[in-house]
């Protein structure tokens, strides 16, 4: 691909980007958590790791504190996602009901029965390698590659929300159910700006006492950007993880993982 259609490219990804992270944050619900055992559609849904007694439920200030921060993923800067990020449950819509949990996670909204929550942003730190060129003064090849560096950073939104009662492992399985129905893609629409979800395809992820990874491609006007999404449930908490990387959006050669050590961080802080 040469230079100006990775621009191109990339420029149309960031669009979708702008429309998922930078609005990326959902608001806590207050609802009260639900009693007893889990239904057997819930179970079938995938749960199996469910506690028989619920753990306990974190604080507000808990939560705040089992959040990400500044040092816990060496080579990244983090971020508490501000007020004007705030997206309320009710202001993400769907075309496909049975969607609506993965659109929440993408969106970091808590889910029913959710006690408090925070918020971080996870962005990798600029690599470099000492050299300064700009673009002119580099061959067309070698523009490309520098282009394709520069920007090959990967920004996570990462929520982490308290559950009373068996809430939390319920929304976990919501969730794994719901990006099995909806892998051939659905529309999410925010604040009245549609994203087109191509689809839902499984990834490989471990830690906490479950978890659950995707790759959710976008699309706009043909072009498709590549986005990770991340659920683990350690206990009562359920914490999202949701990636994306400039330069894969702009070349399907750029390898982008689901952020495997910002979600080890967080496993570790919940203990």
Known sequence: MRATAVRRTAL???????????????GASDADGK??????????AGSSS???TPAKTLSADEVDKAALAQGDV?????????AADEVPADGVKVDKKECLPVAHAMYGVAQEGSAASA??????EPKTD????????????????????????????????SYEGTAGADTFSALKKAAADCAGGFTATVAGTPTKIASVAE??????????AWTVTSEDD????????????????VATFFAFNLAAAGDAGVKFEVPAEVVAAQDKKLG
Do not use: M, Q, W, Y
């Open 12 to 26: 149309a990804a960031s669009a979708a980007a702008l429309t998922l992270l930078a609005t990326a944050c959902g």
């Open 35 to 44: 009693d007893g055992k889990k239904d057997d559609k819930a179970a079938a």
């Open 50 to 52: 469910a506690p028989e």
């Open 74 to 82: 060496e080579g990244t800067k983090i971020t508490k996602a501000g």
């Open 119 to 124: 918020k971080r942003k996870v962005i990798d």
């Open 130 to 161: 000492g050299k300064k060129k700009s673009l002119e003064d580099l061959a067309e090849g070698d523009a490309e590659d520098a282009f394709k560096d520069a920007f090959n950073l990967t920004s996570t939104f990462v929520a982490l929300h």
């Open 203 to 212: 990834e490989k992820v471990t830690g906490g006492d479950e978890s659950a």
């Open 222 to 237: 043909g072009d498709k950007a590549p986005f990770k999404l991340v659920a683990l449930r350690k206990g009562s908490s």
